[in-house]
């Protein structure tokens, strides 16, 4: 059991106070004419340029799940932890290629969110639903493995586990969560984008300091490898097989790839992930990012060598076997028997703030999701902006709540496996999001029905699917025509099938196909100057940046409340 | 004005690119290229090392591509119908 220490929990605590105050201090940063807007709350004033953009996609990328969950899975099972790595380099590539497109239309049309394109794109309200729905599902085990990475640190600080009492246990967790989702509720986007910076730096900081140091503490790397292949090759009593290998063996070749391209492909559906792109100021800066962004991916590389300097440390294979054999905490533990107590408050600080600031993002998305799709299409197609913003910060809470659930009552063995289940569920949405951004080829219907088979198809496998000492939601991988593959691949690829079969055959039936209300050039514009209102555009030469989403819904012109009675000029006619 | 993507960029800067970015994905998603523990770099196996240089790598091609597509900034945001 860890012991408490005094030091590292003032560093701790400071460093958290510190992270408060900026997240309420940000309401003030860039003060918008009208914060009630959800471009302002939810958006950021749509007005990130490469530098703060850089720190906010970077924050919204690598969170617990870098920092926790991938050096666990190293930890335990070697090689096939470094997916992620293969994950985070392919998928900078693949966001330059359709990351521009996804900016352009929906700066031209005003959307907030991956579901409000969808339902624009392909004239079905229902399509967008959908995805809305898939986005708000997916990203509740996301935010709960953030839940899970604070649990560990604060289990490795001797603080809330000891206790048997489960609300006095969960009580820290709760704290933290209700601050962040107090200063998210005021400050929106702003306070992620901020506190993004506070939380890089510890971080950079953590892991350099780590990489250099630990190494040294621990007989030089040539020891630390060979520690940890000499753990892997022992038999595993559960299984029967070996716990893992230095370098992924031929078998495993299929889960490693599928692992990555499946992860990479999942990661800019996800609605944070989309709305730090929609964040930024201009085309080019999504670009520059892909170019930029690597720097993180280098770190996430790092990261899950600490699985390995974890596994040639006696003090902390001691300490995960006294806590139920929990590889999460393998990182926490490294901190505390290698790093003095001061050092070891920083890095959990590092950590604590790296869950903290994507789980605010996390949810803003969520609600940017929930209120311009599922709220303003089914219950109010009239809402003004102003309530528009404050459905959505409602929405933000309850997605906290919900994740909150959600983490309490899973079983935690694996965190890793509450992102690669979310992947499973985001990676449905890839063909009417990402392929919809190229064509308009697939037929509407055949989409809503190939999501549908792609959702059945991966949450009745995974449910299947054994591990990790639980009977359901074991694994993410399973076995297809004799090779083990990640299931969202092969979910995805039976739902572009099905979609594709049915298109052909709703044409030949002539079923009417959706109105798509994008043009062509959509795809490519690129508005410069974007009024840090955008709420209130001075000439009708920006209409781009109002929200029309709903507008053109409603007969008689503007939405009631919209400050600006710009004509709706760009809908054809 | 469209502010086309592909205005003024030839067909050959576009198959660049295109190469590009089927190099940076293809190199870490093709497996068995660095699923071997030889040659190591230190004490580091291939696996890993190859891995951490190509990160350096894929940034690299990545920043070319972005080079290669840089639109020039312009003074009006006139979105095209």
Same mark, same amino acid.
């Given at each position: 059991m860890s012991h408490f220490d005094a030091v590292a929990f003032v560093i701790v605590i400071g460093s958290f106070l510190i992270v408060t105050y900026i997240g309420f201090a !940000?309401?003030?940063?860039?003060? +918008?004419?009208?914060?009630?807007?959800l471009n302002e709350? =939810? *958006?950021?004033?749509r007005g990130f340029g490469t530098f703060v953009s850089w720190f906010l996609l970077g924050g919204d990328i690598y969170t617990a799940y870098t920092f926790i969950a991938v050096p666990a899975l190293v930890y335990a099972s070697? &090689?096939?932890?470094?997916y992620a790595l293969s994950y985070t380099i392919m998928v900078f590539p693949i966001v330059f290629i359709f990351g521009p497109r996804l900016w352009s239309v929906a700066r031209a049309r005003g959307y907030v969110s991956p579901g409000d394109f969808v339902r624009g794109r392909h004239g079905s309200q229902g399509l967008g639903l959908a995805v809305a729905a898939t986005g708000i599902l997916a990203t509740m085990p996301y935010i709960a493995l953030q839940l899970v990475g604070i649990e560990a640190v604060l289990t490795t600080m001797g603080i809330? /586990?000891?206790?048997?009492n489960s609300f006095v246990r969960d009580l820290p967790l709760i704290t933290a969560f209700a601050v962040v989702a107090v200063y998210t509720y005021l400050a929106g986007l702003r306070a992620p984008a901020l506190i993004a910076f506070v939380k890089d730096i510890l971080i950079y900081v953590t892991v350099i300091v780590a990489i250099i140091y630990i190494p040294g503490k621990l007989g030089g790397w040539g020891h630390i490898f060979s520690a940890s292949e000499a753990h892997l090759k022992t038999v595993n009593p559960a299984t029967g $097989?070996?716990?893992? !290998?230095?370098v992924v063996m031929p078998a495993g070749q299929w889960a490693f790839a599928t692992l990555a391209l499946g992860s990479a492909l999942a990661l800019f559906v996800y609605p944070h992930a989309v709305t730090g792109v929609f964040a930024?100021?201009?085309?080019?800066v999504i670009r520059r990012q892909a170019a930029m962004l690597p720097a993180y991916s280098l770190m996430l590389g790092l990261i899950a060598l600490f699985g390995y300097m974890a596994r040639a440390t006696p003090a902390v294979n001691a300490g995960v076997k006294a806590n139920? =054999?929990?590889?999460? *905490?393998s990182v926490p533990l490294l901190f505390e028997h290698m790093f003095p107590s001061w050092f070891a408050g920083i890095g959990y600080s590092a950590i604590i703030i790296g869950a903290l600031v994507p789980a605010a993002v996390m949810s803003i998305a969520a609600a940017n999701l929930f209120t311009r799709t599922i709220y303003k299409e089914l219950? #109010?197609?009239?809402?003004?902006p102003a309530q528009e913003t404050r459905v959505a910060r409602l929405a933000s809470l309850l997605m906290k709540v919900g994740a909150l659930g959600f983490a309490l009552a %899973?079983? $935690?063995?694996? #965190?890793i496996n509450l992102q690669l289940l979310g992947g499973i569920w985001i990676l449905q949405t890839f063909p009417a999001v990402v392929i919809g951004l190229f064509t308009r080829w697939f037929h509407r219907i055949a989409l809503i029905i190939g999501w549908a088979v792609g959702m059945t198809y991966g949450t009745v496998v995974a449910y299947r699917t054994p591990g990790g000492g639980q @009977?359901?939601?074991?694994?993410s991988t399973a076995p297809v025509l004799g090779h083990v593959t990640y299931i969202a691949i092969v979910a995805l690829i039976l739902n572009v099938a099905v979609s594709a079969v049915l298109t052909v055959v709703f044409r030949k039936i002539g079923l009417q196909d959706g109105y798509d209300e994008?043009?062509?050039a959509d795809y490519t514009a690129d508005p410069v100057t974007v009024p840090a &209102? /955008?709420?209130?555009?001075?000439?009708? &030469?920006?209409? +781009?940046?109002?929200?029309t989403a709903g507008a053109?819904?409603?007969?008689?012109?503007?939405?009631?409340? /919209?400050?600006a009675p710009t004509a709706h000029t760009h809908r054809g006619p | 004005m469209a502010q086309h @993507?592909? !205005?003024?960029?030839s067909p050959a800067r576009w198959g660049v690119v295109t190469v590009l970015l089927v190099v940076a994905i293809m190199g870490t998603l093709w497996v068995p290229i660095y699923a071997? !523990? +030889?040659?190591? %770099?230190g004490p580091f196996p291939f696996f890993y090392w190859y891995q951490l240089i190509w990160v350096p790598v894929s940034a690299v091609l990545c920043w070319i591509c972005y080079l290669l597509l840089r639109s020039k900034p312009r003074t009006r945001g006139v979105v095209p119908r």
């Open positions: !940000s309401a003030r940063w860039r003060p +918008a004419e009208d914060p009630m807007h709350w =939810g *958006l950021g004033g070697g &090689a096939v932890g470094f809330g /586990s000891a206790t048997g $097989k070996p716990y893992g !290998s230095i930024a100021k201009r085309r080019d139920g =054999g929990n590889p999460q *905490l219950f #109010s197609p009239n809402a003004t %899973l079983n $935690k063995t694996f #965190s @009977a359901h939601f074991g694994a994008t043009r062509r &209102a /955008s709420a209130r555009p001075r000439t009708p &030469a920006v209409p +781009a940046t109002r929200p053109d819904r409603v007969p008689g012109g503007p939405v009631p409340g /919209s400050p | @993507a592909r !205005s003024g960029k071997r !523990s +030889a040659p190591k %770099l």
